[in-house]
């Protein structure tokens, strides 16, 4: 088994946040690959809700969109976008929200709306995932276009301006954790602080591909490499036409 990829050590960082038991919602993309990685290693009993209303499915591989068949195979429930952010999301009954976007800034703000000019898909059920979710796993790659000192527009919230603002809005409060091919940045209530590093990366290299000047852990962590069954799960059962992962495919 060759050794594990930048986005796939990223992947298996975020199943690690998910508990056995956990309620946990996610769209498509490197959220699913993580939750359905995390029901077939530690948290079998994980249960999964889709923004569009599919309830704890079986998932095939491997998923495109929110409304693709594969993603609600074996479902408890096709419900609707209501019954998954209305009565599962916004009542507080849902642990753990898994986010991507095309921005995230030092307060944990995601914007999936606007940048540089170009209108973008928006925020789905981002806005109430952020706002209602105790906690909000960021998943995405570290480049400095991606991470800037304030979002050009705020879709989902983290933050907001800073330490209680959020509070100030009316929301619960939120940990966030934005997991990179990079690094691990953790925050409550604060700007994002680097806890972690991705193995083989260097403080360098997060300052160079980060729009702002981070805070770091005095003691940072390296995160634990995938095991051979982990990276085997990947890429022969959860995603094994390369779907996420293209640069497979060159190997």
């Given at each position: 088994m060759n050794a594990a990829l930048p986005r796939e050590l990223l992947v298996v960082e975020g199943a690690r946040q998910i508990r056995d038991g956990d309620l946990v919602i996610v769209g498509t993309g490197l959220p699913l690959l993580a939750a359905t990685l995390a029901q077939k290693t530690h948290a079998p009993d994980a249960k999964l809700v889709i923004e569009s209303g599919v309830i704890f499915p079986k998932v095939m591989p491997t998923p495109v969109s929110v409304v693709d068949p594969r993603l609600m195979h074996g479902a408890a429930r096709h419900g609707s976008l209501f019954?998954?952010?209305?009565?599962?999301v916004q009542r507080g009954l849902v642990r753990t929200g898994f986010l991507g976007g095309a921005q995230v800034d030092e307060y944990g703000n995601i914007n999936s709306t606007w940048v540089a000019g170009k209108r973008l898909p928006g925020s789905g059920g981002a806005n109430d995932i952020?706002?209602?979710?105790?906690?909000?796993?960021?998943?995405?790659?570290h480049e400095?276009?991606?991470?800037?000192?304030?979002?050009?527009?705020?879709t989902s919230p983290g933050f907001l301006g800073g330490p209680g603002e959020r509070a100030k809005a009316g929301l619960g409060p939120l940990r966030v954790k934005v997991i990179t091919n990079l690094c691990v940045m953790e925050a409550a209530d604060s700007a994002l602080?680097?806890?972690?590093?991705?193995p083989g990366a260097s403080v360098?290299?997060?300052?160079?591909?980060?729009?702002?000047t981070p805070k770091f852990r005095d003691s940072l962590?390296?995160?634990v490499l995938p095991d051979p069954e982990e990276i085997r799960l990947l890429r022969e059962e959860i995603d094994p036409a390369c779907v996420y992962f293209p640069e497979r495919k060159s190997r």
């Open positions: 019954e998954a952010l209305g009565g599962l952020a706002s209602h979710c105790g906690q909000v796993v960021i998943l995405t790659d400095r276009r991606r991470f800037p000192a304030r979002c050009e527009y705020v602080e680097v806890t972690a590093l991705m360098e290299d997060v300052l160079a591909n980060t729009g702002f962590d390296t995160v």
